[in-house]
């Protein structure tokens, strides 16, 4: 990802790079900037572009002006010391920016208040075998969107064994890794006599890229707060 933001940015003529930070090849230039492991020189940056783990993540905003945040796998206690932090400062949150996810999102959403709870969901998603965690943050946040439609937060993470009847209302997990795929998220809603399925596929980390940059770029004049893609794209 950070190649791929590298490379989105160079290519865009209404930004530049300021500061190029990661933990391994410190040293390395990329163009006309050396790759540091300095924390601090993220205060050189009017938005801070944040795609690592969630304990890198905190200690960067600390050092932000604005951020954009894709890195996934905060627990509740990590959420709250961001949401302390965007009373600071204007941080864009999402676990995916690419813009065509984000309308998933939205279908989604609209899909679990139209069908109801009279057709079951299950949320199948594949990415690349280096994934660390599952399921990803994409399939969490459409879990969650539904849940809140179904006001009922009741999840299943696969299923083996006798687990007797499905419950109505569940949400159901299933991750999938192998291979070098960049990420794929189907939404299944199965009723009577019917299936409904929206799929998005993630055929280059540039989606991501490209929407991580408009977030960048929204953001400037903002407040402090704490936003989504929704926000950005105007989904609300």
Do not use: C
Not at 12 to 35: F, H, M, P, Y
Not at 84 to 100: D, Q
Not at 150 to 160: I, P
Not at 164 to 180: M, S, T
């Amino acid at each position: 990802m950070g190649r791929a933001l590298i490379e989105a940015a160079a290519a865009d003529r209404e930004l530049s790079l300021a500061v190029l930070l990661d933990v391994t090849g410190v040293g390395t230039e990329i163009g006309k900037l050396k790759v540091t492991g300095d924390v601090a020189e993220i205060a050189r940056a009017d938005v801070l572009i944040d795609f690592t783990r969630p304990e890198g993540t905190l200690a960067h905003l600390k050092h932000a002006k604005a951020a954009v945040v894709g890195t996934t796998g905060f627990d509740e206690k990590d959420k709250a010391r961001i949401a302390a932090a965007s009373k600071r400062i204007p941080i864009v949150l999402s676990p995916n920016f690419a813009v065509g996810v984000n309308v998933v999102f939205k279908l989604a959403e609209t899909a679990a208040q139209t069908l109801g709870e009279g057709y079951d969901v299950e949320i199948i998603e594949a990415h690349h075998r280096h994934k660390v965690d599952a399921p990803s943050g994409t399939a969490l946040k459409l879990g969650d969107l539904i849940a809140s439609v179904f006001r009922k937060k009741d999840f299943a993470f696969g299923r083996q064994g006798d687990t007797g009847e499905r419950p109505v209302k569940q949400i159901g997990y299933h991750a999938i890794r192998g291979g070098d795929i960049v990420g794929e998220h189907t939404v299944m809603f199965a009723g009577p006599g019917e299936r409904v399925e929206v799929t998005v596929r993630s055929q280059s980390r540039s989606t991501y890229a490209l929407g991580a940059l408009r977030a960048a770029k929204w953001l400037k004049g903002k407040p402090a707060g704490l936003y989504d893609m929704f926000d950005v794209l105007g989904l609300r």
